[in-house]
């Protein structure tokens, strides 16, 4: 069975720093893409970064310029490097991965908080 364990989130003040680890267990399928999704109170979840084994790098608008995707060599963890944070990033993070043909696996979530 397929784990996802997320970790590094936390509360941070707008202008600080926070790094994202998932790492990923009991894979079975070849992992396509990787990456990160947000939910925030009352929202939708929203994509945040993206990766994928083709080498391509997706990241949502509202984050070009100041977070960064980066995974390990295996395929086994993914990154979310968050930089400049502003209060409205705050939000529930979610890792995720896409393997064909099972389709989608999600961690548990990570809370991040950032302080104005």
């Known amino acids: 069975q397929v784990q996802l364990v997320e970790s590094g989130g936390g509360l941070v003040q707008a202008g600080g720093s926070l790094r994202l680890s998932c790492a990923a267990s009991?894979?079975?399928?070849?992992?396509?893409?990787m990456g990160w999704y947000r939910q925030a109170p009352g929202k939708q979840r929203e994509l945040v970064a993206t990766?994928?084994?083709?080498?391509?790098?997706n990241y949502a608008d509202s984050v070009k310029g100041r977070f960064t995707i980066s995974r390990d060599s295996g395929w086994n963890t993914v990154f979310l490097q968050m930089n400049s944070l502003k209060p409205d990033d705050t939000a529930v993070y979610y890792c995720?991965?896409?393997?064909?043909?099972?389709?989608?696996?999600w961690g548990q979530g990570t809370q991040v908080t950032v302080s104005s």
């Open positions: 990766i994928t084994r083709r080498g391509s790098i």
């Open positions: 995720n991965i896409k393997r064909y043909p099972v389709g989608d696996s």
């Open positions: 009991g894979i079975i399928f070849t992992i396509d893409a």
